[in-house]
Protein backbone atom coordinates (compact mmCIF):
# COMPACT_ATOMS: atom_id res chain seq x y z
CA UNK A 1 0.00 0.00 0.00
CA UNK A 2 0.95 3.61 -0.54
CA UNK A 3 2.39 5.40 2.36
CA UNK A 4 0.59 8.24 3.55
CA UNK A 5 1.91 11.67 2.35
CA UNK A 6 1.47 14.75 4.50
CA UNK A 7 1.04 16.72 1.75
CA UNK A 8 -1.94 14.67 0.54
CA UNK A 9 -3.84 14.38 3.84
CA UNK A 10 -3.46 14.73 7.88
CA UNK A 11 -1.96 11.34 8.44
CA UNK A 12 -3.35 10.79 12.19
CA UNK A 13 -0.16 8.44 12.50
CA UNK A 14 -1.69 5.98 10.20
CA UNK A 15 0.96 3.55 8.72
CA UNK A 16 -0.47 3.31 5.40
CA UNK A 17 -2.80 4.60 3.05
CA UNK A 18 -4.61 3.58 -0.39
CA UNK A 19 -5.85 6.86 -2.47
CA UNK A 20 -8.90 7.56 -4.44
CA UNK A 21 -11.25 10.09 -5.89
CA UNK A 22 -13.55 11.63 -3.03
CA UNK A 23 -16.86 11.68 -3.17
CA UNK A 24 -19.16 12.21 0.37
CA UNK A 25 -16.81 14.65 2.43
CA UNK A 26 -16.55 13.64 6.47
CA UNK A 27 -14.19 11.64 8.44
CA UNK A 28 -15.17 8.50 9.93
CA UNK A 29 -13.11 5.81 11.53
CA UNK A 30 -14.12 1.83 12.39
CA UNK A 31 -13.34 -1.80 11.40
CA UNK A 32 -13.21 -2.70 8.05
CA UNK A 33 -16.29 -4.63 6.95
CA UNK A 34 -17.31 -6.31 3.93
CA UNK A 35 -19.95 -7.86 1.51
CA UNK A 36 -20.46 -11.47 2.13
CA UNK A 37 -22.93 -14.28 1.82
CA UNK A 38 -22.43 -14.48 -2.11
CA UNK A 39 -23.91 -17.90 -2.87
CA UNK A 40 -21.29 -20.60 -3.57
CA UNK A 41 -21.53 -22.54 -6.95
CA UNK A 42 -19.77 -24.71 -9.40
CA UNK A 43 -21.38 -23.67 -12.59
CA UNK A 44 -19.63 -25.99 -15.05
CA UNK A 45 -20.08 -29.19 -12.01
CA UNK A 46 -24.00 -28.98 -12.05
CA UNK A 47 -25.43 -32.43 -13.37
CA UNK A 48 -28.04 -31.93 -16.11
CA UNK A 49 -31.50 -31.97 -15.49
CA UNK A 50 -34.03 -34.98 -17.03
CA UNK A 51 -36.34 -33.97 -19.23
CA UNK A 52 -39.24 -34.80 -17.44
CA UNK A 53 -37.96 -32.31 -14.65
CA UNK A 54 -37.22 -29.56 -17.29
CA UNK A 55 -40.55 -27.92 -16.86
CA UNK A 56 -40.66 -27.76 -12.89
CA UNK A 57 -37.42 -26.47 -12.98
CA UNK A 58 -38.03 -23.48 -15.14
CA UNK A 59 -41.19 -22.99 -12.73
CA UNK A 60 -39.31 -22.79 -10.12
CA UNK A 61 -36.52 -20.67 -11.79
CA UNK A 62 -39.19 -18.35 -12.83
CA UNK A 63 -40.71 -17.63 -9.42
CA UNK A 64 -37.27 -17.22 -8.09
CA UNK A 65 -36.61 -14.46 -10.21
CA UNK A 66 -39.72 -12.69 -9.47
CA UNK A 67 -39.33 -13.00 -5.97
CA UNK A 68 -36.07 -11.04 -6.44
CA UNK A 69 -38.02 -8.40 -8.63
CA UNK A 70 -40.51 -8.00 -5.97
CA UNK A 71 -37.83 -7.53 -3.39
CA UNK A 72 -36.57 -4.72 -5.36
CA UNK A 73 -39.66 -3.15 -5.81
CA UNK A 74 -40.74 -3.25 -2.64
CA UNK A 75 -37.47 -1.66 -1.44
CA UNK A 76 -38.28 0.96 -3.89
CA UNK A 77 -41.18 1.43 -2.48
CA UNK A 78 -40.08 1.71 0.80
CA UNK A 79 -37.32 4.21 -0.15
CA UNK A 80 -37.56 8.14 -1.82
CA UNK A 81 -35.40 9.85 -3.79
CA UNK A 82 -32.83 8.88 -6.17
CA UNK A 83 -32.53 5.93 -4.18
CA UNK A 84 -35.97 4.91 -5.08
CA UNK A 85 -35.44 5.49 -8.66
CA UNK A 86 -32.14 3.48 -8.60
CA UNK A 87 -34.06 0.38 -6.81
CA UNK A 88 -37.08 0.55 -9.21
CA UNK A 89 -34.87 0.82 -12.47
CA UNK A 90 -33.02 -2.74 -10.88
CA UNK A 91 -36.30 -4.42 -10.26
CA UNK A 92 -37.19 -3.63 -14.02
CA UNK A 93 -33.86 -5.02 -15.16
CA UNK A 94 -34.61 -8.37 -12.70
CA UNK A 95 -37.94 -8.76 -14.62
CA UNK A 96 -36.31 -7.97 -18.37
CA UNK A 97 -37.44 -10.81 -20.55
CA UNK A 98 -34.01 -11.14 -22.64
CA UNK A 99 -32.13 -12.55 -19.70
CA UNK A 100 -34.95 -14.74 -18.28
CA UNK A 101 -35.96 -15.78 -21.86
CA UNK A 102 -32.68 -17.16 -21.80
CA UNK A 103 -32.12 -18.64 -19.10
CA UNK A 104 -35.55 -20.55 -19.20
CA UNK A 105 -34.02 -21.81 -22.73
CA UNK A 106 -30.98 -23.02 -21.15
CA UNK A 107 -33.05 -25.22 -18.73
CA UNK A 108 -35.37 -26.54 -21.47
CA UNK A 109 -31.99 -28.08 -22.81
CA UNK A 110 -31.59 -29.18 -19.52
CA UNK A 111 -29.56 -26.92 -17.24
CA UNK A 112 -30.26 -26.68 -13.87
CA UNK A 113 -31.93 -23.39 -12.51
CA UNK A 114 -28.90 -22.23 -10.64
CA UNK A 115 -26.68 -22.47 -13.70
CA UNK A 116 -29.13 -20.81 -16.21
CA UNK A 117 -29.03 -17.70 -14.21
CA UNK A 118 -25.27 -17.09 -13.96
CA UNK A 119 -25.03 -18.22 -17.47
CA UNK A 120 -27.80 -16.04 -18.93
CA UNK A 121 -26.68 -13.09 -16.86
CA UNK A 122 -23.26 -13.36 -17.25
CA UNK A 123 -23.41 -13.45 -21.28
CA UNK A 124 -25.24 -10.43 -20.56
CA UNK A 125 -23.27 -8.70 -18.45
CA UNK A 126 -20.38 -9.05 -20.45
CA UNK A 127 -21.88 -7.74 -23.68
CA UNK A 128 -23.03 -4.51 -21.39
CA UNK A 129 -19.18 -4.14 -20.29
CA UNK A 130 -18.41 -4.33 -23.76
CA UNK A 131 -20.88 -1.51 -24.64
CA UNK A 132 -19.65 0.69 -22.57
CA UNK A 133 -21.65 4.31 -21.38
CA UNK A 134 -24.70 3.61 -19.54
CA UNK A 135 -25.05 0.47 -20.28
CA UNK A 136 -21.46 -0.90 -18.17
CA UNK A 137 -23.43 0.93 -15.23
CA UNK A 138 -25.66 -2.07 -15.01
CA UNK A 139 -23.22 -4.72 -14.73
CA UNK A 140 -22.87 -4.46 -10.89
CA UNK A 141 -27.17 -4.49 -10.62
CA UNK A 142 -26.62 -7.48 -12.45
CA UNK A 143 -24.34 -9.88 -11.17
CA UNK A 144 -26.33 -8.19 -7.65
CA UNK A 145 -29.45 -9.68 -9.54
CA UNK A 146 -27.36 -12.97 -10.50
CA UNK A 147 -26.49 -13.67 -6.71
CA UNK A 148 -29.90 -13.24 -5.16
CA UNK A 149 -31.59 -15.56 -7.89
CA UNK A 150 -28.98 -18.41 -7.75
CA UNK A 151 -29.78 -18.11 -4.16
CA UNK A 152 -33.38 -18.00 -4.04
CA UNK A 153 -33.00 -21.03 -6.51
CA UNK A 154 -30.97 -22.90 -4.07
CA UNK A 155 -32.99 -21.75 -0.84
CA UNK A 156 -29.91 -20.38 0.24
CA UNK A 157 -30.18 -16.88 2.62
CA UNK A 158 -30.63 -13.83 0.55
CA UNK A 159 -27.09 -12.14 -0.03
CA UNK A 160 -26.12 -8.69 1.20
CA UNK A 161 -23.53 -6.68 3.53
CA UNK A 162 -23.44 -7.73 7.05
CA UNK A 163 -25.37 -6.12 10.50
CA UNK A 164 -22.22 -5.16 12.16
CA UNK A 165 -22.27 -4.71 15.88
CA UNK A 166 -20.24 -1.38 15.82
CA UNK A 167 -19.99 1.76 13.96
CA UNK A 168 -17.81 0.17 10.59
CA UNK A 169 -16.20 0.79 7.59
CA UNK A 170 -17.72 -0.88 4.47
CA UNK A 171 -15.19 -1.69 2.15
CA UNK A 172 -16.21 -3.51 -1.62
CA UNK A 173 -15.24 -3.62 -5.09
CA UNK A 174 -18.51 -2.15 -5.57
CA UNK A 175 -21.91 -2.00 -4.54
CA UNK A 176 -24.97 -2.87 -5.67
CA UNK A 177 -28.46 -0.67 -5.20
CA UNK A 178 -30.47 -2.74 -2.81
CA UNK A 179 -27.15 -3.31 -0.56
CA UNK A 180 -26.31 0.73 -0.67
CA UNK A 181 -29.72 1.54 -0.37
CA UNK A 182 -30.24 -0.38 3.06
CA UNK A 183 -27.77 0.89 4.85
CA UNK A 184 -27.76 2.27 8.25
CA UNK A 185 -25.87 5.02 8.47
CA UNK A 186 -25.02 4.80 12.49
CA UNK A 187 -23.87 1.38 12.06
CA UNK A 188 -21.97 1.73 8.42
CA UNK A 189 -20.02 4.77 9.60
CA UNK A 190 -18.12 5.16 5.43
CA UNK A 191 -17.73 3.80 2.51
CA UNK A 192 -14.89 3.01 -0.34
CA UNK A 193 -14.62 0.98 -3.30
CA UNK A 194 -12.48 -0.31 -5.91
CA UNK A 195 -14.48 0.62 -8.97
CA UNK A 196 -17.40 3.11 -9.50
CA UNK A 197 -17.26 7.09 -10.16
CA UNK A 198 -18.07 9.92 -8.40
CA UNK A 199 -21.71 9.80 -10.19
CA UNK A 200 -22.15 5.99 -9.44
CA UNK A 201 -25.20 4.57 -8.15
CA UNK A 202 -22.83 3.91 -5.00
CA UNK A 203 -21.87 8.07 -5.07
CA UNK A 204 -25.46 9.01 -5.82
CA UNK A 205 -26.62 7.25 -2.73
CA UNK A 206 -23.73 7.55 -0.05
CA UNK A 207 -24.58 11.41 -0.61
CA UNK A 208 -28.01 10.89 -0.15
CA UNK A 209 -27.40 9.39 3.23
CA UNK A 210 -24.97 11.70 4.25
CA UNK A 211 -22.17 9.26 4.79
CA UNK A 212 -18.18 9.92 4.08
CA UNK A 213 -17.63 8.10 0.63
CA UNK A 214 -14.20 7.74 -1.39
CA UNK A 215 -14.52 5.58 -4.90
CA UNK A 216 -12.43 4.40 -7.28
CA UNK A 217 -9.59 3.59 -4.63
CA UNK A 218 -6.73 1.12 -7.21
CA UNK A 219 -5.76 -1.00 -3.98
CA UNK A 220 -8.47 -1.25 -1.68
CA UNK A 221 -8.29 -4.91 -1.69
CA UNK A 222 -4.91 -5.28 -0.05
CA UNK A 223 -6.69 -3.61 3.14
CA UNK A 224 -7.64 -6.56 5.15
CA UNK A 225 -11.18 -7.26 6.60
CA UNK A 226 -10.49 -6.50 10.26
CA UNK A 227 -8.43 -3.38 10.47
CA UNK A 228 -8.35 -0.10 11.70
CA UNK A 229 -9.47 2.46 9.53
CA UNK A 230 -10.19 6.01 8.43
CA UNK A 231 -11.75 7.50 5.75
CA UNK A 232 -11.22 10.87 4.47
CA UNK A 233 -14.10 11.71 1.98
CA UNK A 234 -12.79 15.54 1.53
CA UNK A 235 -9.49 14.00 0.29
CA UNK A 236 -10.34 10.79 -0.77
CA UNK A 237 -8.01 8.92 1.46
CA UNK A 238 -8.48 5.77 3.27
CA UNK A 239 -6.07 5.09 6.16
CA UNK A 240 -4.80 2.07 7.94
CA UNK A 241 -4.00 1.74 11.57
CA UNK A 242 -4.23 5.48 12.76
CA UNK A 243 -3.18 6.33 16.42
CA UNK A 244 -5.71 5.59 18.25
CA UNK A 245 -5.86 9.33 19.77
CA UNK A 246 -4.87 11.48 17.09
CA UNK A 247 -7.80 9.82 14.87
CA UNK A 248 -10.65 9.82 17.77
CA UNK A 249 -9.86 13.70 18.63
CA UNK A 250 -9.92 14.22 14.50
CA UNK A 251 -13.52 12.28 14.35
CA UNK A 252 -14.54 13.99 17.55
CA UNK A 253 -14.04 17.55 15.89
CA UNK A 254 -15.39 16.52 12.57
CA UNK A 255 -18.59 15.55 14.62
CA UNK A 256 -18.84 18.54 16.00
CA UNK A 257 -18.69 20.30 13.01
CA UNK A 258 -20.89 18.80 11.48
CA UNK A 259 -23.42 19.11 14.37
CA UNK A 260 -22.64 22.76 13.74
CA UNK A 261 -23.80 22.36 9.91
CA UNK A 262 -26.60 20.85 10.90
CA UNK A 263 -28.09 24.07 12.56
CA UNK A 264 -28.13 25.55 9.15
CA UNK A 265 -31.34 26.98 8.42
CA UNK A 266 -30.67 29.36 5.02
CA UNK A 267 -31.27 31.24 3.25
CA UNK A 268 -28.40 30.08 0.80
CA UNK A 269 -26.11 33.44 0.80
CA UNK A 270 -21.99 34.01 1.31
CA UNK A 271 -20.60 35.51 3.33
CA UNK A 272 -21.11 38.96 1.66
CA UNK A 273 -24.96 38.44 1.11
CA UNK A 274 -24.96 37.29 -2.36
CA UNK A 275 -28.20 35.14 -2.65
CA UNK A 276 -27.64 31.26 -3.82
CA UNK A 277 -30.62 29.07 -3.92
CA UNK A 278 -29.95 26.20 -2.05
CA UNK A 279 -32.94 23.47 -4.02
CA UNK A 280 -33.60 19.62 -3.57
CA UNK A 281 -33.22 17.15 -5.73
CA UNK A 282 -36.41 14.68 -5.58
CA UNK A 283 -38.17 11.87 -7.17
CA UNK A 284 -41.80 11.79 -5.85
CA UNK A 285 -44.20 13.31 -3.45
CA UNK A 286 -42.61 11.27 -0.63
CA UNK A 287 -38.79 12.66 -0.89
CA UNK A 288 -40.17 16.05 -1.64
CA UNK A 289 -42.25 16.10 1.43
CA UNK A 290 -39.03 14.55 3.61
CA UNK A 291 -37.07 17.18 1.75
CA UNK A 292 -39.46 20.25 3.12
CA UNK A 293 -39.65 19.11 6.18
CA UNK A 294 -36.03 19.64 6.66
CA UNK A 295 -37.24 23.54 6.55
CA UNK A 296 -33.52 24.67 5.17
CA UNK A 297 -34.58 24.14 0.74
CA UNK A 298 -35.61 26.82 -0.94
CA UNK A 299 -38.09 24.73 -3.30
CA UNK A 300 -37.03 21.81 -5.71
CA UNK A 301 -34.45 21.93 -8.58
CA UNK A 302 -34.97 19.08 -9.90
CA UNK A 303 -38.10 16.68 -10.00
CA UNK A 304 -37.16 13.27 -11.75
CA UNK A 305 -40.27 12.30 -13.29
CA UNK A 306 -39.18 8.59 -14.35
CA UNK A 307 -40.95 6.86 -11.26
CA UNK A 308 -44.41 7.37 -12.99
CA UNK A 309 -42.88 5.67 -16.08
CA UNK A 310 -40.74 2.88 -14.53
CA UNK A 311 -41.86 -0.42 -13.88
CA UNK A 312 -45.67 0.06 -16.09
CA UNK A 313 -46.85 -1.94 -18.83
CA UNK A 314 -48.32 1.29 -20.47
CA UNK A 315 -48.17 4.71 -20.64
CA UNK A 316 -49.54 6.45 -17.36
CA UNK A 317 -52.71 8.70 -17.78
CA UNK A 318 -52.57 12.31 -17.75
CA UNK A 319 -54.77 11.88 -14.70
CA UNK A 320 -52.34 9.77 -13.18
CA UNK A 321 -49.26 11.75 -13.90
CA UNK A 322 -50.89 15.00 -12.60
CA UNK A 323 -51.46 13.27 -9.52
CA UNK A 324 -48.15 12.58 -8.97
CA UNK A 325 -46.41 15.76 -10.11
CA UNK A 326 -48.94 17.66 -7.41
CA UNK A 327 -48.02 16.23 -5.01
CA UNK A 328 -44.40 17.48 -5.10
CA UNK A 329 -45.87 20.70 -6.00
CA UNK A 330 -47.64 21.06 -2.74
CA UNK A 331 -44.96 19.88 -1.33
CA UNK A 332 -43.28 23.13 -1.61
CA UNK A 333 -46.31 25.15 -2.60
CA UNK A 334 -45.06 28.71 -3.10
CA UNK A 335 -41.59 27.88 -3.91
CA UNK A 336 -39.80 27.14 -6.64
CA UNK A 337 -40.18 23.30 -8.31
CA UNK A 338 -38.49 22.82 -11.29
CA UNK A 339 -39.47 19.31 -13.30
CA UNK A 340 -37.63 17.39 -15.30
CA UNK A 341 -39.57 15.33 -18.43
CA UNK A 342 -38.85 12.08 -18.69
CA UNK A 343 -35.17 10.91 -19.13
CA UNK A 344 -35.53 7.27 -20.30
CA UNK A 345 -33.60 5.34 -22.89
CA UNK A 346 -32.22 1.99 -24.31
CA UNK A 347 -30.57 1.67 -20.62
CA UNK A 348 -33.58 2.59 -18.90
CA UNK A 349 -36.11 1.17 -20.99
CA UNK A 350 -39.71 1.85 -20.64
CA UNK A 351 -41.65 -1.06 -21.03
CA UNK A 352 -44.52 0.59 -23.25
CA UNK A 353 -41.88 1.76 -26.03
CA UNK A 354 -40.01 -0.35 -28.43
CA UNK A 355 -36.40 1.19 -27.72
CA UNK A 356 -34.06 -0.10 -30.57
CA UNK A 357 -31.25 -1.98 -29.35
CA UNK A 358 -27.87 0.82 -29.10
CA UNK A 359 -24.24 -0.26 -29.62
CA UNK A 360 -23.51 2.92 -26.92
CA UNK A 361 -27.09 4.20 -25.47
CA UNK A 362 -25.33 6.83 -23.90
CA UNK A 363 -25.55 8.35 -27.39
CA UNK A 364 -28.22 7.70 -28.32
CA UNK A 365 -32.39 8.25 -28.14
CA UNK A 366 -32.14 8.72 -24.75
CA UNK A 367 -34.07 11.93 -22.71
CA UNK A 368 -35.43 14.76 -25.27
CA UNK A 369 -34.70 12.36 -28.59
CA UNK A 370 -37.48 10.02 -27.48
CA UNK A 371 -39.93 12.61 -28.64
CA UNK A 372 -38.64 12.04 -32.61
CA UNK A 373 -40.60 8.68 -32.39
CA UNK A 374 -42.95 9.15 -29.38
CA UNK A 375 -44.36 12.67 -29.55
CA UNK A 376 -47.15 12.04 -27.22
CA UNK A 377 -45.28 11.12 -24.55
CA UNK A 378 -44.08 14.44 -23.93
CA UNK A 379 -46.78 16.04 -24.87
CA UNK A 380 -49.12 14.15 -21.90
CA UNK A 381 -46.79 14.63 -19.92
CA UNK A 382 -46.58 18.47 -20.81
CA UNK A 383 -50.47 18.39 -20.02
CA UNK A 384 -50.13 16.43 -16.96
CA UNK A 385 -47.90 19.28 -15.14
CA UNK A 386 -50.36 21.91 -16.68
CA UNK A 387 -53.39 20.31 -14.74
CA UNK A 388 -50.82 19.84 -11.57
CA UNK A 389 -50.01 23.56 -11.82
CA UNK A 390 -53.53 24.93 -11.96
CA UNK A 391 -54.32 26.52 -8.79
CA UNK A 392 -50.85 26.15 -7.68
CA UNK A 393 -48.67 28.61 -5.47
CA UNK A 394 -46.19 29.25 -7.84
CA UNK A 395 -46.06 28.05 -11.46
CA UNK A 396 -43.55 24.88 -11.96
CA UNK A 397 -40.48 25.27 -14.16
CA UNK A 398 -39.30 22.60 -16.76
CA UNK A 399 -36.79 21.44 -18.03
CA UNK A 400 -35.99 19.07 -20.60
CA UNK A 401 -33.15 16.31 -20.62
CA UNK A 402 -30.60 15.74 -23.85
CA UNK A 403 -31.11 18.91 -25.52
CA UNK A 404 -27.86 19.32 -27.89
CA UNK A 405 -29.66 22.61 -30.64
CA UNK A 406 -30.76 25.70 -30.53
CA UNK A 407 -33.48 24.28 -32.89
CA UNK A 408 -34.70 21.36 -29.80
CA UNK A 409 -34.53 23.82 -27.39
CA UNK A 410 -37.08 26.26 -29.26
CA UNK A 411 -39.48 23.80 -29.91
CA UNK A 412 -39.50 22.99 -26.76
CA UNK A 413 -40.25 26.28 -25.12
CA UNK A 414 -42.98 26.98 -27.76
CA UNK A 415 -45.06 23.31 -26.04
CA UNK A 416 -44.20 24.45 -22.51
CA UNK A 417 -45.12 28.35 -23.03
CA UNK A 418 -48.33 26.93 -24.87
CA UNK A 419 -49.48 25.96 -21.29
CA UNK A 420 -48.38 28.70 -19.36
CA UNK A 421 -44.99 27.04 -17.62
CA UNK A 422 -41.84 28.19 -17.67
CA UNK A 423 -39.67 26.71 -20.01
CA UNK A 424 -35.45 25.84 -19.60
CA UNK A 425 -33.37 23.35 -20.78
CA UNK A 426 -30.64 21.10 -18.98
CA UNK A 427 -26.88 21.50 -20.36
CA UNK A 428 -25.66 18.07 -20.34
CA UNK A 429 -23.98 18.21 -24.01
CA UNK A 430 -21.34 20.50 -24.84
CA UNK A 431 -22.85 21.23 -28.25
CA UNK A 432 -25.77 23.12 -25.43
CA UNK A 433 -22.52 24.31 -22.93
CA UNK A 434 -20.62 25.93 -26.40
CA UNK A 435 -23.94 27.30 -27.46
CA UNK A 436 -25.18 28.56 -24.09
CA UNK A 437 -25.98 32.56 -25.46
CA UNK A 438 -28.08 31.15 -28.20
CA UNK A 439 -29.88 28.63 -26.22
CA UNK A 440 -30.71 31.42 -23.21
CA UNK A 441 -32.09 33.41 -25.71
CA UNK A 442 -34.98 30.81 -26.21
CA UNK A 443 -35.49 29.61 -22.88
CA UNK A 444 -36.03 31.31 -19.65
CA UNK A 445 -33.47 29.31 -17.52
CA UNK A 446 -31.25 26.40 -17.98
CA UNK A 447 -29.66 23.83 -15.08
CA UNK A 448 -26.50 22.17 -15.94
CA UNK A 449 -26.43 18.50 -15.47
CA UNK A 450 -22.65 17.76 -14.23
CA UNK A 451 -22.46 13.65 -14.50
CA UNK A 452 -23.31 13.47 -18.13
CA UNK A 453 -21.77 16.62 -18.95
CA UNK A 454 -18.47 15.52 -17.34
CA UNK A 455 -18.67 11.99 -18.98
CA UNK A 456 -19.28 13.53 -22.44
CA UNK A 457 -16.69 16.29 -21.82
CA UNK A 458 -14.20 14.05 -21.17
CA UNK A 459 -15.27 10.97 -23.60
CA UNK A 460 -15.00 8.95 -20.51
CA UNK A 461 -17.71 5.84 -19.37
CA UNK A 462 -18.77 7.93 -15.47
CA UNK A 463 -18.50 4.21 -14.39
CA UNK A 464 -15.45 3.52 -15.27
CA UNK A 465 -12.82 3.10 -12.35
CA UNK A 466 -9.60 3.47 -14.26
CA UNK A 467 -11.22 6.86 -15.74
CA UNK A 468 -12.69 8.39 -12.65
CA UNK A 469 -10.09 11.10 -12.63
CA UNK A 470 -11.50 12.08 -16.33
CA UNK A 471 -15.06 11.69 -14.66
CA UNK A 472 -14.01 13.97 -12.10
CA UNK A 473 -16.54 16.88 -12.34
CA UNK A 474 -13.21 19.12 -10.81
CA UNK A 475 -11.73 18.60 -14.74
CA UNK A 476 -10.96 21.94 -15.76
CA UNK A 477 -12.12 21.66 -18.97
CA UNK A 478 -15.25 20.84 -17.32
CA UNK A 479 -15.22 23.57 -14.98
CA UNK A 480 -14.67 25.92 -18.23
CA UNK A 481 -17.74 24.78 -19.92
CA UNK A 482 -19.00 25.66 -17.15
CA UNK A 483 -17.95 29.13 -17.05
CA UNK A 484 -19.02 30.00 -19.88
CA UNK A 485 -22.78 28.78 -19.24
CA UNK A 486 -22.76 30.86 -16.55
CA UNK A 487 -21.71 34.29 -18.21
CA UNK A 488 -24.21 33.76 -20.75
CA UNK A 489 -26.55 33.58 -18.04
CA UNK A 490 -25.32 36.77 -16.61
CA UNK A 491 -25.40 38.64 -20.05
CA UNK A 492 -29.42 37.34 -20.81
CA UNK A 493 -30.31 37.87 -17.18
CA UNK A 494 -31.46 34.63 -16.79
CA UNK A 495 -30.47 31.98 -14.11
CA UNK A 496 -28.25 29.44 -14.32
CA UNK A 497 -28.56 26.54 -11.77
CA UNK A 498 -26.79 22.97 -11.20
CA UNK A 499 -28.66 19.77 -10.43
CA UNK A 500 -25.66 17.64 -10.89
CA UNK A 501 -24.11 15.73 -8.28
CA UNK A 502 -21.08 18.72 -8.17
CA UNK A 503 -23.88 20.88 -6.51
CA UNK A 504 -23.52 18.29 -3.48
CA UNK A 505 -19.69 19.12 -3.00
CA UNK A 506 -19.97 22.25 -0.46
CA UNK A 507 -16.14 23.36 -2.01
CA UNK A 508 -16.61 22.56 -5.44
CA UNK A 509 -20.11 24.91 -4.75
CA UNK A 510 -18.14 27.28 -4.06
CA UNK A 511 -16.61 27.54 -7.41
CA UNK A 512 -19.54 27.18 -8.93
CA UNK A 513 -20.83 30.15 -8.13
CA UNK A 514 -18.09 31.89 -8.36
CA UNK A 515 -18.13 30.67 -11.98
CA UNK A 516 -21.67 32.14 -12.10
CA UNK A 517 -24.28 29.75 -11.00
CA UNK A 518 -27.28 31.23 -9.15
CA UNK A 519 -28.90 27.75 -7.51
CA UNK A 520 -27.57 24.32 -6.50
CA UNK A 521 -29.96 21.54 -6.41
CA UNK A 522 -28.69 18.37 -4.58
CA UNK A 523 -29.59 15.74 -2.29
CA UNK A 524 -30.98 17.25 0.91
CA UNK A 525 -28.76 15.35 3.02
CA UNK A 526 -26.15 17.06 0.98
CA UNK A 527 -28.49 21.17 1.37
CA UNK A 528 -26.75 22.00 4.97
CA UNK A 529 -23.04 21.63 4.07
CA UNK A 530 -23.31 23.33 1.49
CA UNK A 531 -25.18 26.11 2.37
CA UNK A 532 -23.16 26.35 5.43
CA UNK A 533 -19.82 26.56 3.83
CA UNK A 534 -20.83 29.34 1.26
CA UNK A 535 -22.13 31.25 4.28
CA UNK A 536 -18.66 31.31 5.60
CA UNK A 537 -16.94 33.20 1.88
CA UNK A 538 -17.40 35.98 0.08
CA UNK A 539 -18.64 36.08 -3.58
CA UNK A 540 -15.00 37.72 -4.38
CA UNK A 541 -13.43 34.41 -2.88
CA UNK A 542 -15.78 32.08 -4.61
CA UNK A 543 -14.61 33.76 -7.83
CA UNK A 544 -10.99 34.17 -7.16
CA UNK A 545 -11.49 30.11 -6.57
CA UNK A 546 -13.55 29.29 -9.60
CA UNK A 547 -10.53 30.91 -11.49
CA UNK A 548 -7.80 29.16 -9.81
CA UNK A 549 -9.74 25.76 -10.18
CA UNK A 550 -10.58 26.50 -14.33
CA UNK A 551 -6.51 27.15 -14.80
CA UNK A 552 -5.72 24.00 -12.80
CA UNK A 553 -3.63 21.29 -14.70
CA UNK A 554 -5.84 18.53 -12.46
CA UNK A 555 -8.81 17.90 -10.29
CA UNK A 556 -6.52 17.47 -7.53
CA UNK A 557 -4.85 20.37 -8.45
CA UNK A 558 -8.14 22.38 -8.74
CA UNK A 559 -9.51 20.63 -5.14
CA UNK A 560 -5.89 22.40 -3.79
CA UNK A 561 -5.84 25.68 -5.19
CA UNK A 562 -9.38 26.21 -4.31
CA UNK A 563 -9.09 25.05 -0.62
CA UNK A 564 -6.18 27.49 -0.66
CA UNK A 565 -8.35 30.23 -0.97
CA UNK A 566 -11.55 29.36 0.88
CA UNK A 567 -10.07 27.76 3.24
Known amino acids: ?146 NRVVAEVLGLPEPGIPLPEQPSVLLADDLAPADTAGLDPKLVVALATRLGGPSSHTAIIARQLGIPCVVAVADLNRVDTGAMVFVDGERGVVGVDPDAEQIAAAVEAAQQLAAEVAQWRGPGRTADGHAVAILGNVADGVSARSAADLGILAGVGLFRTELAFLERPDEPSVAQQQSLYREVIDAFDGDKVVIRTLDAGSDKPLRFVNHPHEDNPAMGVRGNRIVATHPEIREHQLDAIAAAADGAGAVPWVMAPMVATVVEAREFAAQVRERGLTPGVMIEVPSAAVQAEKILAEVDFVSIGTNDLTQYTMAADRMSAELAALTDPWQPAVLALVERVGAAGRAADKPVGVCGEAAADPLLACVLVGLGVSSLSCAPAAAAPVGRKLATVTLDQCAAAAQAAVAADSPVDGRAAARAVLG
Open 1 to 146: MAQVESSTAQNYGAVAAVVGTPVVSGLAYGPVIRVSGVPEYDVDAAAEIPETERAAEAARFVAAAETVAERFTARARANTGSTAEVLAATAALAKDRAWIATATGLIEKGTPAAAATVRAIDTISDMFAKLGGLMAERVTDLADIR
